[in-house]
């Protein structure tokens, strides 16, 4: 059974727009989340990440919400640039940071940026 | 500072034939790890260590076993191969207070 889901596998958006990534989780014990991104024949590369005790994190265009009592969290990326494309991908952690036991992934979500 | 080095980069094994994956990082992490990732899908945890001489199963250990016998090297072996093992092959490291894990460049792994 999924603890972290990606619900969409891709997404289309144009450059200059906003884009917004979604992840869900279901396991309450999980206190850390955190948005990596993949390009192809590459090692996934860390985005961003947000602790359960807060609510936001902002990094330059990157922005980590997450609504604790819905178990969901997004990305938003603003403005999207051509470099954006990739395969982005929601893991989770029971312990801070990456933690002794490893990360929970999604499936990932393909983000195409149109011209 | 390469960061986390795989080798080999690619690989074709036949069928229970047997190799070993190695996992190299410089960045005196103490966390190390082995992940799979497999088409339409997340990368899963297989083996992972929080130190020298120490190692643990993940969420699909099945076939594979693991040494860490120094710090900066993690393998990860394959005795007999199936091909169900042939997937892309990803060795991370983090360190204690870091809120990142930081990922090899892959090994792509098939088994005819």
């Known amino acids: 059974d999924q603890q972290v889901k990606q619900n969409s596998p891709s997404l289309s958006v144009q450059e200059g727009r906003i884009s917004i990534l979604n992840c869900d989780y279901t396991?309450?014990?999980?206190?850390?989340f955190l948005w990596y991104k993949k390009y192809p024949a590459e090692g996934p590369t860390f985005l961003i990440s947000?602790?359960?005790?807060?609510d936001k994190n902002e990094d330059g265009r990157f922005t980590v919400f997450l609504n604790k009592s819905a178990k969901h969290l997004s990305l938003h990326i603003v403005p999207s640039q051509p470099g954006d494309s990739a395969v982005y991908f929601c893991a989770a952690s029971g312990l801070s940071g990456g933690g002794a036991d490893g990360l929970t992934f999604g499936k990932g979500t393909h983000l195409i940026i149109q011209p | 500072n390469a960061g986390v080095t795989q080798t080999p980069k690619f690989r074709v094994l036949k069928t229970g034939q047997s190799m070993t994956l190695l996992c190299a990082q410089d960045?005196?992490?103490?966390?190390m790890y082995w992940y799979r990732q497999d088409p339409g899908m997340g990368l899963r945890l297989i083996h992972y260590?929080?130190?020298?001489?120490?190692?643990a199963k993940g969420e699909v250990p099945d076939g594979y076993n693991v040494s860490r016998l120094k710090k900066q090297n993690f393998l990860l072996g394959l005795e007999s191969a199936a091909p169900s093992q042939t997937s892309v092959y990803f060795c991370?490291?983090?360190?204690?207070?870091?809120?990142?894990?930081?990922f090899g460049n892959g090994t792509r792994l098939t088994v005819t």
């Open positions: 260590s929080v130190g020298e001489g120490t190692t």
């Open positions: 947000i602790s359960s005790i807060k």
């Open positions: 960045m005196n992490h103490e966390y």
């Open positions: 991370a490291s983090s360190s204690l207070t870091s809120t990142a894990t930081h």
């Open positions: 396991n309450s014990m999980f206190d850390y």
